[in-house]
């Protein structure tokens, strides 16, 4: 491997220069499995609601890493001894912290690989870097893991107000246009402190805190849980769980080498934890969408129709309410279509179906965002606000939907 040491300078929209710390990171960012996260979409399927919506996840890993150079430097004038190596170890630990991401991000989790989630991958990629890097992201590692024995190191990277929160919902706030996720990333990280090896917030942060809480509420109503956007998401699941489903009963379907590779494996099988990593290395959101323009051809109903759903906006309706759908409602979609394309109903379930969202902007059983008083008192956020009652954002607001196809399908 050529371990360049020229260092960079990288201009991104939302915080102008993002300087690269060193030799390690610049090489890390140049791997193919970081490299690989140009090709994997931050929001899905979401450019479908927001046209703007094109960015990465190796938009956000650089955003993320920034804040955190941001977060250790504000932590370091307010007297608190942060190394040069864990410095170092923090930087990689964001920067890394979403490099197992699948094609269009969380749509893909659990269609393509079974019972494995991103963040393990994450956690797989990690451990296989750190053999190539001859250890150096062993501490890195223990940081993402919440193994290492300073808790606010963790903190930074996953909690309730890590950098990863800050930098996504300004990120997605840009490119998305829906300005209500504009927070001051920058502001709040600045009221940061620590104590007793715990991250808090200093009492004079408290609106920034509250702004960002509501921001985050009302960025998933608006963008993350945008009904188009569930509609969207189900059905690229349903596509490819469609696919495997064709492509294990023998039929081979016109696919990449590597999105074949997964169509065709079945959860039983043993492959070696190094192929299934390689293989999945080298799948991003092109393999999908070339498939689906292939797919388009098929002569199989679900997998034609959905292809088209997805490549020319030709989404299924939806709609929300507060309490689930009454099954003969469902029932009676599912039997109009069935007779309308001579399907059957177990086709017909792929374009009628039921499901649910949550919503919940913050969460007081654990994980709190905790400020601290100027009398030296650590308090749950939620419990100091005295401008708005944060402890009613708390709770997990739950819509249901209901999908089928438009009357003119």
């Known amino acids: 491997m050529n371990h360049n040491s020229k260092l960079k300078i990288i201009n991104d929209p939302i915080y102008g220069f993002i300087t690269i710390p060193g030799p390690l990171i610049h ?44 977060a250790i430097q504000t932590l370091r004038r307010k007297g608190i001894d942060i190394s040069e190596e864990e410095t170092e170890a923090l930087c990689i630990a964001i920067l890394l912290h979403d490099i197992g991401h699948g094609p269009f991000s969380h749509a893909m989790e659990h269609s393509i690989v079974e019972g494995i989630s991103h963040e393990q991958l994450s956690m797989a990629f990690m451990e296989e870097l750190n053999k190539e890097f001859k250890g150096q992201l062993s501490m890195a590692i223990s940081i993402f893991r919440n193994e290492y024995p300073r808790k606010f190191f963790h903190q930074l990277i996953s909690s309730q107000l ?67 956007g569930i509609v969207a998401e189900q059905l690229l699941v349903r596509l490819l769980t ?10 081979t379907l016109q696919s990449s080498e590597a999105l074949q590779y997964f169509l065709n494996r079945s959860a039983s099988e043993k492959n070696s934890a190094n ?93 709190t965002i905790d400020l601290i008083t100027k009398s030296g008192k650590v308090v749950d956020v939620a419990k100091a606000s005295d401008q708005l009652n944060l402890e009613a954002l708390s709770k997990k607001v739950i819509k249901h939907y209901l999908c089928y196809p438009k009357s003119k399908y």
């Open 27 to 70: 090489n890390l960012i140049e791997h193919r499995y970081f490299q690989r996260l140009r090709r994997i979409s931050q929001m899905g399927m979401s450019y479908l609601v927001y046209p703007g919506a094109h960015h990465t996840r190796f938009h956000h890993a650089l955003g993320a890493m920034f804040l955190m150079q941001k």
């Open 275 to 367: 192929e299934i990593l390689e293989m999945f290395s080298k799948l991003d959101d092109y393999d999908i969408v070339s498939a689906m323009k292939s797919w388009l051809n098929s002569e199989d109903f679900v997998l034609r129709n959905i292809s088209d759903m997805l490549l020319n906006r030709k989404l299924l309706k939806i709609k929300l309410r507060n309490k689930p759908f009454p099954p003969h409602k469902v029932e009676s979609k599912l039997q109009n279509l069935q007779q309308k394309h001579g399907i059957d109903a177990y086709e017909a379930s792929y374009f009628v179906f039921t499901g649910e969202i949550s919503n919940q902007a913050y969460s007081m059983e654990k994980n």
């Open 162 to 228: 890590d950098m990863d929160r800050l930098d996504y919902l300004r990120r997605d706030s840009f490119y998305t246009g829906v300005t209500e996720g504009n927070i001051s990333s920058e502001r709040i990280i600045t009221m940061m402190n620590v104590v007793d090896e715990n991250l808090v917030i200093e009492e004079k942060g408290i609106y920034s805190i509250e702004k960002f809480i509501i921001a985050r509420r009302l960025m998933y109503w608006a963008v993350y849980l945008h009904k188009t």
């Open 242 to 251: 469609r696919a495997r489903e064709i492509s294990q009963k023998g039929t």
